[in-house]
């Protein structure tokens, strides 16, 4: 079945540094994928859609500026924490969604960040 | 987009059937009825999708009732690797692909 690569898993960094997480499809283009928050016990909040070859579409109040969405080719969009802080730690998870509308979304595994 | 009522939770004994029900009265004509579960500290992963008929997969079958206001994933032969939480999704039209995701169920299977 589709397969959807997220890398780090798992990252720890100190506060004030930027982080880049990768989000790949492995063997299905994908036009248009998804950036998710998850918080402990919590469910997972939709943060911005990224679609190929154009800006994101972000969701309300997710700083734009903050999170950085690049998604350049049909089978990687990245998402980079800029100037992250204790409070940007989190379960991020992103998910892709190849063409058709009938075609489920496939979820990475996640990487959970965690800013000292 | 169609909203979702899904119990908090649900135990299940291992080897039976884990009924999991889902309610979406507010749900329009063209809108898929999707299943995802997520695991501890993992990705959600796809179960099964639907519009109108029954579907089943090596997964789980899910029964979607005549008017569409509801549906049921089943697990015919639950196993402790079952224990998850399950969401059931409204997918919005095309033009909008967005999931929200509800509360889900957590669903416990017990040995």
């Known amino acids: 079945g589709a397969v959807v690569s997220q890398h780090p898993s798992w990252v720890i960094c100190k506060s004030g540094t930027s982080v880049k997480i990768e989000c790949r499809s492995l063997d299905f283009q994908a036009t248009t994928m998804f950036w998710y928050r998850q918080f402990p016990k919590q469910s997972l909040m939709l943060m911005a859609t990224s679609n190929e070859g154009s800006k994101a579409t972000y969701e309300q109040g997710v700083e734009k500026d903050k999170f950085l969405i690049n998604h350049a080719s049909l089978t990687l969009s990245t998402l980079t924490v800029t100037s992250a802080h204790p409070e940007d730690s989190s379960f991020y998870i992103c998910?892709?969604?190849?063409?058709?509308?009938?075609?489920?979304?496939?979820f990475g595994d996640g990487t959970r960040l965690s800013i000292l | 987009d169609a909203k979702t009522t899904q119990p908090t939770s649900m135990d299940c004994a291992e080897g039976r059937a884990a009924n999991l029900p889902c309610n979406h009265s507010t749900i329009s004509g063209n809108e898929y009825v999707y299943w995802y579960r997520q695991i501890h500290s993992q990705g959600p992963q796809y179960i099964i999708h639907g519009l109108k008929n029954n579907e089943t997969n090596e997964m789980a079958s899910l029964i979607i009732t005549e008017d569409r206001k509801s549906s049921t994933l089943i697990l015919p032969h639950a196993t402790l690797r079952d224990t998850a939480v399950y969401y059931c999704?409204?997918?919005?039209?095309?033009?909008?692909?967005?999931?929200?995701f509800g509360t889900g169920t957590r669903l416990t299977i017990i040995p």
């Open positions: 999704i409204v997918r919005p039209p095309p033009g909008n692909e967005k999931l929200t």
């Open positions: 998910s892709a969604s190849g063409q058709g509308y009938d075609q489920p979304q496939h």
